[in-house]
């Protein structure tokens, strides 16, 4: 029995499958635990402390080989799980002009991508994901098809390149022609207009930064949403968004299921802050990076020119560090990064101050990266404001940047009596606002692309995205249990550290 005959004839809707040498095909397939019958994103935490089944095979005196593979495939659910009667078609690409003369057209229902690449000899082979790409069989007929595409969140570089290639890859690849937007973010959908999507509509948007569709936060309530996806006749929507938008996908998803829809569910994963967790990386993220060389660069140009210039550039990232630290590392002209994941301190020996007054002294000025989250607790003393929350419910954050302009500005001017010259620059949203670069471009069309091969196939209740550069589906629980922040102990914040040479802020003396 090969992997699609098996997940045609599972009940289940997430596979625990287990790799056992012995056996011909790839997937030996062990009756999967409860846990992964009722996929609950709330749950996801106990799959992550799942302890890795040990295959035992005999050997000639029939006693155990301890031989433990450890391979553990996290899928993603596929919408005859719940409707096992759904008739299946032949992929259209199977006539494409584009993939006339490629090798493998079809992506095999046996390939996996490992979540960890780096491996001792004798490690358990660990978590895998199903591979992202075309599949011989669909689960529509191109005709039959009526997509959507939703846009909720804060903006980032790509997001109309990634709609644009889900219009397109819909219809040059698969001759979809009724593509809805869903206008202003999920409350669009019982709140707003739609407007209709082709080729002609989407053509030149990717040139554009935000979203033609418009975004917004709060407003999801599934039962709506799902009555106006019942009502508008829609069978696959596509939703692209941050950890929130995700949370809301897996929630329409599980209705869907619910009310045996036969309607697939694809997420696209949206953060300027790179805070997704296991995607390599998202996208708009490396356009954001570039933009803000500008603004570090301009920083740096007007506290060069001057005498003791001190220039702070205010970066986005909530509580991931991702943006500030990668602009760091790839400038030069920064003297000391800030982000929220590592505390620093102002005052005496290894603070601040003295790293500022160190750095003025060495070379006439100094130019600090700050991400927006940074420093909070700070502030947050300092004002003594109420806790607000934005409509999808994120905290709000405090203004660090022009707190630390202050306290920065005090500490030379009343305490050292020393004249500074101070540069605030805050570019945050003018990072995120602008249109993708080269690279992002490409990569949303390979997202926007498997999202669209991904829910052909039928495949629902899943994001994409590159797990070590390969597509993966993962399940959409899997993305929003953590958030990806930098972590100190990565080899990653070492090597900025030795980059600045600012102070790693651990030896604080009280
Ligand atoms: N737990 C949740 N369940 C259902 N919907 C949610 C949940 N959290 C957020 N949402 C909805 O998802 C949408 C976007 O959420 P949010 O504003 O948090 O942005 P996001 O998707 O996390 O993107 P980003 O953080 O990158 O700006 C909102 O419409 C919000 O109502
Ligand atoms: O767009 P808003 O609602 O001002 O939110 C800004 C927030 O959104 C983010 O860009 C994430 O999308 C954060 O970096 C930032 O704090
Ligand atoms: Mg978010």
Known sequence: ????????????????????????????FHKPLPLFTNFNPQRRSSITNYHPIKSQTLNHNNTPLDHDDGFILEDVPHLTHFLPDLPTYPNPLKYSQAYAIVKNTFVSPEDVLAQQVVVQKGSPRGVH??????????????EEVRACIVTCGGLCPGINTVIREIVCGLNYMYGVNTVLGIEGGYRGFYARNTMELNPKVVNDIHKRGGTILQTSRGGHDTNKI??????????????????????????????????????????????????????????????AVEEAQRAINAAHVEVESVENGVGIVKLMGRYSGFIAMFATLASRDVDCCLIPESPFYLE??????????????????????????????????????????DASGNKLLLDVGPWLTQKIKDHFTTVKKMAINMKYIDPTYMIRAVPSNAYDNIYCTLLAQSAVHGAMAGYTGFTVGPVNSRHAYIPIGRVTE?????????????????????????????
């Open 1 to 28: 029995m090969d992997l699609s005959q098996l997940l045609a004839s599972s009940p289940n809707h997430h596979l625990l499958l287990h790799f056992s040498p012995t056996n011909k095909s790839l997937f030996n």
């Open 482 to 510: 953590a958030t990806n922040v930098v972590k100190l102990t990565d080899r990653m914040w070492a090597r900025l550290l030795a980059s600045t040479n600012q102070p790693t802020f651990l030896d604080k003396h009280e």
């Open 348 to 389: 005496g020996q290894g603070g601040l101050f003295e790293f500022v007054q160190q750095r003025l002294k060495e070379n006439g000025h100094v130019v600090i990266v700050l991400a927006e989250g940074a420093g909070q607790e700070y502030v947050l003393e300092s004002v003594n404001a109420a806790e607000e929350k």
């Open 129 to 142: 994901f199903r591979r992202a790409g075309p599949r011989e069989n669909v689960y529509f007929k191109s």
């Open 226 to 287: 799902v009555d106006n996806i019942q009502d508008r006749g829609i069978n696959q929507v596509y939703i692209i968004g941050g950890d929130g938008t995700q949370k809301g996908a897996a929630a329409i998803y599980k209705e869907v299921e619910k009310r045996r829809f036969p309607v697939a569910v694809a997420g696209i994963p949206k953060t300027i802050d790179n805070d997704i967790a296991v995607i390599d990386k998202s996208f708009g993220f490396d356009t």
